[in-house]
């Protein structure tokens, strides 16, 4: 660990976005606790940023004294123990409003002004699996049931910006037991439209338009995001809406509108549109297909929109850097921040 530069980056968080003044804030269950909540997440805030993959590695750098020079002298830093403790008991609230916090300071500091598609702020919505066992278990589980054997998982949709430049995660929102179904489908339009509404809430400014898996592709998303203010691109695939079936038989039936020779890395990109209105939903939608050759292969990327003045360009830019979410932010969350390691400690 190059000490002088982790020393530094921790100066600028407390300087610059005052991180200890929403740990200060923060409360748990605990009864007569040695050390009060900010005190146990600090060091689990230290091992986010350094990439520390288990509380056994963090309890080790602890007890050698490495985050000494961090903290005024005699300062004294709770074990891997209470650590576990705390986290069993502590709400996501505070946590929730310390990221508000830092997303509103990012924004105000311009840090993501080079980051935009196109200069449109572009954010990704997609729900991921965070831990699951068939042993260990909470009561905020969510439970499925195959035969005798029960499987205890902890689920969430997460936001985050896509397209060039850094990636800031804006939200995030877990599955809750009892109100929100453990089947994939069923709960993550739920839990989906429940992050969006509480990130354009915190955030109005952060996102200009969203983009979504084929799961989103029916107007209660759409109408919702429009209720909102934003703009919706989602993926669409066999579809049983009528409208969406006119819409690809229109399709098909017309010639490109664009035709891109050597699309980076492409060898070349097909571009179908047509302009329909899907079942409840008011305003008129684009209906895009990609037809994309590459090396031999022929795949398609049709998607459905609000945005009715994008160049296909940017369309197709968007579509791809969706994928960053799945590629880039969930694998940095559980694989290298340890996001795991707080559920069912």
Not at 78 to 92: E, W
Not at 144 to 170: C, D, Q, R, W, Y
Not at 217 to 224: D, Q, Y
Not at 277 to 289: A, G, I
């Amino acid at each position: 660990m190059r000490k002088n530069h982790f020393e530094k980056l921790v100066r600028y968080i407390k300087n610059v976005y005052h991180i200890e003044r929403g740990l200060n804030k923060l409360s748990d269950g605990r009864v007569n606790s040695t050390y009060c909540t900010g005190q146990v997440i600090l060091p689990v805030l230290f091992a986010f940023l350094l990439r520390i993959k288990s509380f056994n590695e963090l309890n080790f750098m602890i007890k050698n004294h490495e985050f000494s020079k961090l903290f005024p002298r005699g300062t004294k830093l709770p074990q891997v123990d209470a650590i576990r403790d705390t986290l069993k008991v502590m709400g996501l609230d505070g946590l929730k409003q310390i990221n508000q916090h830092i997303v509103k300071k990012a924004v105000e500091n311009k840090v993501f002004e080079n980051g935009t598609i196109d200069g449109y702020t572009v954010v990704a919505i997609d729900r991921t699996k965070f831990f699951g066992s068939n042993k260990k278990s909470c009561p905020d589980c969510l439970r499925i049931t195959k035969g005798e054997k029960t499987h205890n998982f902890h689920s969430g949709a997460v936001m985050s910006t896509v397209g060039i430049g850094p990636k800031l995660v804006s939200g995030f929102e877990m599955y809750k037991s009892g109100k929100d179904s453990a089947l994939k489908d069923e709960g993550e339009l739920n839990v989906g439209k429940r992050l969006i509404a509480e990130v354009v809430k915190s955030h109005r400014n952060l996102s200009d338009v969203v983009v979504y898996d084929a799961l989103a592709c029916n107007s209660i998303w759409i109408n919702h995001c429009k209720s909102l203010g934003i703009d919706v691109i989602v993926r669409a695939k066999n579809n049983n809406n009528n409208s969406l079936r006119l819409a690809k038989k229109t399709v098909n039936k017309t010639d490109a509108v664009e035709v891109w020779e050597d699309e980076k890395g492409f060898e070349k990109v097909e571009v179908y549109e047509s302009t329909f209105t899907m079942d409840n939903v008011k305003q008129p939608l684009r209906y895009v297909k990609f037809a994309i050759k590459h090396t031999n292969q022929q795949h398609t990327q049709i998607m459905v929109t609000t945005c009715m003045d994008m160049t296909l360009k940017t369309l197709f830019k968007i579509i791809r850097a969706r994928w960053d979410i799945e590629n880039l932010i969930f694998n940095n969350l559980k694989h290298q921040c340890g996001f795991r390691a707080l559920l069912c400690a």
